[in-house]
């Protein structure tokens, strides 16, 4: 009996050790894996051109790849900043996706980081350089003649405007037929003539929603009396790596763990997550504000749930705004601490996506231009609880992959309601959640947003030769 309880107690050991042995594995995959690959966390035309952009919404990854055209093109992408935010990030993507079918790609970027940005800028633009991207100082006379000599020249973000005459001077002209303009603003601020008054004179605009194309058409007009050149609807898609960490059941599931490990929080309590820097504009406040509701609502119904917790990835440590200080006293004041948890902004999405159960996508006022973490989440089967503002709107469909909410003080109380309807049914979040992942394999993939800006490129390469 003695050697047959040790026989099985080495059995144990080993099939323990064979179970560890690709965990650990994969764990030590996507470690590598994450620090060395970026997470990037976009006009309303009714022409036969928008129709075909549209109907490549299910067109399939298999075939040479859309964008093969630009082998041996040369392509200058002009930057307003080079920093961890949407515009920037997502107009390296695009540099990587030329990259791969063998275009000359260039990068300048117009406005020099903040010295606390300084090493988050030498970090992407090293990113760049391993990947063959050629990176030119602004001013200089390499970046003056690369704009010349290039076959196209993607400008990212209104901002981005001031490079023109800032850099380009009397060579304007030559270059304009020339640019493909790709916009991502919704704020006010950034109308300003002074920043867009060469946009009616590019090649085209490349926009991310319908809802963006729309205010940017009629305001522009209205506000600054100028009109639009012919402008692009394209939706964005995530890269091959996000979803193939999103698919991998093993991986998510180290990743969960990891996560909620170093959270302090446990296997089967629910996390709602707001995964976006933290600005008034992305809307943490009023998500506290909803969620302490959500808390107080369950207690009154004497729900049974698991212990439900905020999440909000997107802090800055290192300099904590007069905002987000609000929302750590909120916090204190309301003596949620326990249930409150604040993580430091990251490129690395994907762990805290395989971590949470539920994505709240808060944005204010007209909302995200699109917001590529709402894809994100939908790939990782999570439902969305969305603003029904901006492109939002255009991503997650109501009742089915998520719920949506007014913004402002008036959504408060509505959000505070969908997550209770969330946190208590565990069916209905699960059903969302899978839904979403089947409109993202639909609609929202690497090779759909190839296709769909592979178009844009040949008609502005089309009109520049004209």
Known sequence: MGKQATSWN??????????????????????????????FNSCNSTDHFQAQIQSTSVTSSSGPNPLGFMKSKLALLVSHELSLSGGPLLLMELAFLL??????????????????????????????????????????????DTAMEA???????????KWLEGVLKE??????????????????????LEYVKHLPFVAGAMIDSHTTAEYWKNRTRERLGIKMPETYVVHLGNSKEHMEVAEDIVAKRVLREHVRESLGVRDDDLLFAIINSVSRGKGQDLFL???????????????????????IVGSDLNAQTKFETELRNFVLEKKIQNRVHFVNKTLTVAPYLAAIDVLVQNSQARGECFGRITI???????????????????????????????????????????????????????????????????????????????LVLKDVLRKAKS
């Open 151 to 161: 076959d196209l020249v993607v400008l990212n973000t209104a901002v981005a405007g």
């Open 10 to 39: 080495t059995m144990q050991k080993k099939i323990r050790w064979a179970l560890m042995i690709p965990a650990l594995f994969t764990l030590l995959t996507l470690t590598f894996f994450f620090y060395t690959r970026f997470a």
């Open 289 to 311: 504000r909803s969620f302490y509701e959500s808390l107080q609502l369950i207690q009154e119904k004497h729900q049974q749930v698991p212990s439900v917790h905020a999440i």
């Open 99 to 144: 990259r791969r079918v063998g275009a000359e790609v260039v990068w300048i970027t117009n406005q020099k980081p903040a010295q606390a940005d300084d090493g988050v800028a030498y970090s992407l633009e090293h990113k760049m350089l391993d990947r063959g991207v050629q990176v030119f100082s602004v001013k200089s006379q390499k970046a003056i």
């Open 171 to 192: 060579n304007v002209k030559q270059v304009l037929p020339k640019v493909l303009w790709w916009i991502h603003e919704m704020r006010g601020h950034y109308f300003k």
């Open 376 to 454: 994100e989440a939908m790939a990782f089967q999570l439902p969305v609880l969305g603003t029904a503002a901006g492109g939002t709107m255009e991503i997650v469909v109501n009742g089915t992959t998520g719920l949506l909410h007014p913004t402002g003080k008036e959504g408060v109380t509505p959000l505070a309601n969908n997550i209770v309807k969330l946190a208590t049914h565990v069916e209905r979040r699960l059903t969302m959640g899978k839904k979403g992942y089947e409109r993202v394999k639909g609609m929202f993939l690497e090779h759909h947003m190839s296709q769909r800006i592979s």
